[in-house]
């Protein structure tokens, strides 16, 4: 679908920009949001880099495993139906963390490799498990303490003060997770109800 809707976008912007008589204009946007974009992504590289090897670090170490033991009462909650002594729900805590930490770019790998994981013990295939379900919800709710990856933007865009978005981001984060998690819970039980 976003293949068809960002083309339109751009025929959109680029006709209107002609008959404006703003093509001026919209070559000097294009010419100065692709050099944005080439030193945002350097400024951000360096940010990724550190958080991605100090994750790295810690899956070698017995860092994970304390967290994992740590999060077990929240995991044996949130995904019920998957064995307490998988390697599963080490890859999920590692997840839950670098999301926390707000390493967006380093917890997808993370995610993806948790979501195989259950993919493997996924009796059906075709349908999505109730853990993987929940688990997608946690990922796109991202409860984060740190907001490493927006304060890095705040940042080499030129704010004042970068980190002033914290205490919201908490709010916002908490409240998605909160509501997500509740509806995904609702849902999963009125549907194993529907199915006896």
């Known amino acids: ?43 951000l590289l360096g940010t990724i880099c550190l958080w991605n090897g100090i994750m790295q670090i810690a899956s070698k170490t017995t860092i994970i495993d304390k967290l994992t033991k740590m999060l077990r009462p929240l995991m044996r909650w949130l995904f019920p139906d998957i064995n307490e002594n998988s390697n599963v729900h080490k890859e999920i805590s590692m997840n839950m963390v670098a999301n926390i930490l707000g390493l967006g770019n380093a917890a997808t790998p993370l995610g993806l490799k948790a979501m195989k994981s ?33 304060i890095a933007i705040r940042s080499s865009m030129g704010s004042n003060n970068p ?33 006896k």
């Not at 997500?180 to 849902?187: E, N, Q, R, S, W």
């Open 163 to 195: 980190t002033s978005i914290i205490f919201t981001v908490w709010i916002a984060t908490i409240c998605a997770a909160v509501a997500g998690i509740t509806a995904t819970k609702l849902f999963i039980k009125f549907s194993e109800k529907g199915k």
């Open 118 to 150: 259950m993919q493997k013990e996924n009796k059906n295939k075709n349908t999505l498990t109730n853990s993987m379900i929940t688990f997608i919800v946690i990922n796109t709710a991202s409860i984060q303490i740190i907001p490493t990856t927006v």
């Open 1 to 43: 679908m976003l293949n068809i809707i960002w083309p339109i976008f751009i025929i959109i912007s680029f006709g209107y920009a002609i008959f404006s008589g703003n093509l001026g204009k919209l070559n000097e946007s294009i010419f100065s949001s692709t050099s944005e974009s080439v030193n945002l992504s350097i400024s």
